[in-house]
């Protein structure tokens, strides 16, 4: 018998939503403003605050924030920016996308974030910038990136789609390089259903993101139809459709009221199941790094097919029957055909990153999982291993 029969089948990422979120919702069909306006502004602000930065922009995912962000940093072909293989392919089509060369360094075996002293060996003359992953929460070395970046005078972009609630030294990730670029997609511990945040330290920088994610006209829809009477707009770069509704800020503007409470249940959970594990043939996520604080938004374990006696696609295979849904985080950017065929990328290049993205599994990591959810992922995980 499986842990959980077909009609109870635990959702990977399922969202904690709660009734302020609906009612907010609600208020804001029944006003008639659905597109950005007043929400938008109030979510900016609060954001902002929360992870300490000074200037903020949302936009309607954490792909445009990048790709805005890349652009603003004004590149053009034939510029590299480096960045990790070990992430979602958003973080490569966005240097794509704003005309640069992607370039990839591998991870540290450990953290499975960003090796800085891969990235010191993949630069040129044509490097520009550097766009750092926070991997499933934990903080890369910005004390070294951001000593890279000042010794060759690069821009550093910091991807922190998994990393809202991440500190590194005292402070917040996203305030420490030129932009940080949040996500808001409805696995994320913020969730607007789809949705992002671009922090910026300069006013200017995130005043020509705002114009370019609305198409690159000079007001938004909620200035030029406001109750103050019609404003003309002028359209002073050829922008983008990246903004965010009202209606999506009324979801993550409760959503980030409740951001540290959910993290206490996270910890919870990620205690429970390092608890559950620790003598299983598996290798775990690593403990936090001094003075960092982990955003625990993924829980993955490694499955080595020598250790386990099993294969990691055979484990997903075994999740699945068992009612359990879980996630792959990630295969490497070079297993891919696209980024192999168009760069030529061998996977010999970033052997840490590749064994990792073949190994990984990620586990239900939700603050809406109950006890008796996370009995039934450690009782699954012993199952599928032959461990009970």
């Not at 450990?110 to 060996?121: K, L, M, Q």
């Not at 206490?264 to 959970?269: P, Q």
């Not at 790094?289 to 080595?304: A, C, K, M, N």
């Not at 879980?326 to 290049?349: A, K, Q, T």
């Amino acid at each position: 018998m499986p842990v959980r029969e077909k009609d109870d089948f635990l959702v990977f990422g399922s969202p904690l939503v709660g009734e302020e979120e609906i009612a907010e919702v609600e208020q804001s069909l029944r006003s008639g403003w659905l597109g950005t306006g007043p929400k938008v502004a109030r979510f900016e602000k609060d954001f902002a605050a929360y992870a300490g930065g000074e200037h903020a922009a949302a936009c309607n995912s954490c792909t445009a924030a990048l790709h805005l962000a890349l652009v603003a940093l004004n590149l053009k072909p034939g510029d590299e920016v480096i960045t990790t293989p070990l992430t979602f392919c958003a973080s490569v089509n966005a240097i794509i996308h704003a005309g640069a060369t992607p370039v990839l360094a591998d991870v540290d075996p450990v953290s499975g974030n960003i090796d800085p002293e891969r990235v010191r060996e993949k630069i040129t003359d044509r490097t520009r910038a550097i766009l750092p992953v926070h991997y499933a929460g934990r903080a890369c070395d910005m004390d070294a990136v951001m000593a890279i970046a000042r010794e060759h005078g690069l821009r550093v972009v910091e991807d922190c789609a998994h990393a809202i609630e991440t500190t590194y030294k005292g402070r917040h990730v996203g305030t420490i390089g030129d932009f940080g670029c949040f996500s808001f997609y409805v696995t994320k511990n913020v969730i607007t259903g789809e949705g992002g945040m671009v922090l910026a330290r300069e006013q200017e920088n995130i005043a020509r993101i705002k114009v370019l994610g609305l198409h690159g006209m000079s007001a938004d829809a909620w200035k030029r139809f406001g109750d103050e009477g019609y404003k003309h707009y002028m359209v002073v770069e050829a922008g983008f459709k990246y903004n965010m509704m009202d209606i999506q800020a009324a979801i993550g503007i409760h959503q980030l009221a409740r951001v540290e409470e959910n993290l206490v249940r996270r910890n919870e959970i990620w205690a429970a199941y390092d608890k559950a594990f620790a003598n299983l043939p598996l290798t775990l996520p690593a403990p936090e790094e001094p003075d960092t604080r982990h955003g625990r938004h993924l829980y993955t374990i490694l499955v080595d097919e020598d250790a386990c006696g099993v294969k990691r696609d055979v484990m997903l295979e075994r999740m699945t029957r068992e009612g359990i849904g879980v996630g792959v985080h990630y295969l490497s950017i070079p297993e891919h055909p696209y980024y192999r065929e168009r760069f030529g990328w061998n996977l010999e290049d970033t052997p840490e990153a590749v064994r990792m993205g073949r190994q990984t599994l990620s586990l239900p990591l939700s603050a809406k999982l109950a006890d008796r959810d996370v009995d039934d992922v450690v009782r699954a995980v012993k199952h599928c291993l032959g461990a009970e």
